[in-house]
């Protein structure tokens, strides 16, 4: 059974720092691996997508790379700002039938001014 | 292009009482998800429709969770009844899956919030 764990659950840095989330999974039969972001009370929104066969995504102020040898992944944001602050979820689409994402349990990232 | 449309917003119940959420997904996207999240955790996957056909239910609590999507667009998940652990928000999603699983990129709605007292 997949298990997708993030590491901090919850991070406060003062505005411009650049900071590191970490996500890690057991089972690395993989097809991709999404990064979302959920503001309060809100839906998911998708950051950025990785196939299984690449390294890294950049999107903007944002850095995704995955390792799936060793069943990691970490997103980098630059320069952070306080509307980056959110919850960002990791989650991890199995091989096999259906689209079945398996989702991590967040990091909780306040930027402050 | 409008979203993911989810209504309720927000429900409140008691125990043992009933209730029902609706989802409209995305124009034309064949594939509908239901999320439950309870809070401080991930989005934990309910059920998988694929049109109107169930892919993946799995971890649906059958004997007191219900979803249909009868015509393949909207769907509609049911609590009967609700327990005091079924509080969390219930996410739909919907994705198109033309061009295979490396299109797949899920769609959220804004989510159901119930509490159950």
Request: net charge positive; hydrophobic share 35%; aromatic share 8%.
């Amino acid at each position: 059974k997949q298990e997708v764990t993030q590491i901090p659950a919850a991070l406060s840095v003062p505005e411009g720092e650049n900071l590191v989330l970490n996500c890690s999974f057991t089972d690395s039969a993989i097809y991709n691996l999404q990064w979302f972001r959920q503001d309060p009370g809100k839906g998911l929104t998708s950051l950025l997508l990785i196939q299984s066969s690449q390294r890294e995504q950049t999107s903007g102020r944002l850095n995704a790379s995955l390792d799936k040898s060793s069943g990691r992944s970490t997103l980098y944001i630059a320069a952070s700002q306080p509307g980056d602050s959110a919850t960002y979820l990791c989650a991890v689409l199995r091989l096999g039938a259906g689209n079945m994402l398996t989702f991590g349990g967040g990091t909780r990232l306040m930027v402050k001014p | 292009e409008a979203g993911v449309a989810q209504s309720p917003r927000y429900k409140i119940i008691e125990k043992r009482q009933s209730v029902a959420f609706w989802c409209n997904p995305i124009s034309g996207h064949a594939t509908l998800y239901w999320y439950q999240q309870i809070l401080g955790q991930g989005p934990k996957l309910l059920i998988q429709f694929q049109n109107n056909g169930v892919v993946d239910d799995s971890q649906l609590p059958k004997d007191r969770f219900s979803a249909e999507r009868l015509k393949g667009v909207d769907s509609t998940l049911k609590i009967q009844p609700a327990k005091l652990e079924d509080s969390a928000v219930y996410l739909c999603a919907s994705s198109s899956v033309t061009g295979g699983r490396s299109k797949n990129i899920q769609y959220f709605g804004a989510g159901t919030r119930l509490s159950v007292l």
